[in-house]
């Protein structure tokens, strides 16, 4: 099992920035993908931004320029020129492929994110 927590959300005005954090914890060995994903009241969740083992980064075109996200330790997700749009709960996750189960995605507990315009 992995375990997920998130940290760094908040209100902000249109324009300004936030860090969330998401720290990971457990059996967090052959990660193969960390993700971020936000959800808007009445709208499906969606993949805005992930970093693979390698390194390798992707961006929805909705935040591509704006967000960027980054690890060491932890997986970060650094959000600028934010919009009201922007409002959601965000949501770290972490996909590795186990034997016997296939592709396995675990989620945090979500940090809500309100822009003001």
């Known amino acids: 099992q992995v375990q997920l927590v998130e940290s760094g959300g908040g209100l902000v005005q249109a324009g300004g920035s936030l860090r969330l954090s998401c720290a990971a914890s457990?059996?967090?060995?052959?990660?193969?993908?960390m993700g971020w994903y936000r959800q808007a009241p009445g709208k499906q969740r969606e993949l805005i931004a992930a970093i693979t083992s390698g390194g390798s980064t992707a961006y929805a075109d909705s935040v591509q320029g704006r967000f960027t996200i980054s690890r060491d330790n932890a997986v970060y997700l650094q959000m600028n020129s934010l919009k009201p749009e922007d409002t959601a709960i965000y949501y770290c996750n972490a996909r590795r492929y186990e034997m016997g189960r296939g592709w396995a995605d675990y989620w945090g507990q979500g940090t809500q994110v309100t822009v003001s315009s």
């Open positions: 457990g059996s967090i060995f052959n990660i193969n993908r």
